[in-house]
Structure formats: structure tokens, C-alpha cells
């Protein structure tokens, strides 16, 4: 039986580190991903009234 290459060795190291700590860092943050709720230019006021309570109203 052949000895690993040191980047087979560096692959099995990584995978056993994700299986006992999970993944530290994700793929993309955030910023990358593209926004759930798409705003418009009315959105933030839209919002803001929505955030008021209702004795206010």
C-alpha cells in the first residue's frame, strides 16, 4: 500500500476537522447572497409603518 501525497493527507485532515467542527467559515457571507426580501424604494417606509404599534395607529 502506497504512503498518501501530502495534499491527499491535507484533504483527509480537512475532512475529519468538517465532520467534528463543521464548516468555520461558510462559502459566501451575507453581502454575497442575494437579499430575501427584495426592497423597493418604498419598502423602508413601508416598513416603518408596519413597526408602529397599534395604540398609534
Known amino acids: 500500500m502506497r504512503e498518501p501525497s501530502p495534499e491527499e493527507q491535507e484533504a483527509a485532515r480537512r475532512r475529519r476537522l468538517a465532520e467534528v467542527f463543521g464548516e468555520a467559515l461558510p462559502e459566501t457571507?451575507?453581502?454575497?447572497?442575494?437579499?430575501?426580501?427584495?426592497?423597493?424604494?418604498?419598502?423602508?417606509?413601508?416598513?416603518?409603518?408596519?413597526?408602529?404599534?397599534?395604540?398609534?395607529?
Not at 413601508?46 to 404599534?53: N, S, T
Open 29 to 57: 457571507t451575507r453581502d454575497d447572497r442575494p437579499d430575501p426580501q427584495e426592497r423597493s424604494e418604498g419598502s423602508t417606509d413601508d416598513w416603518l409603518r408596519a413597526q408602529v404599534p397599534p395604540h398609534h395607529g
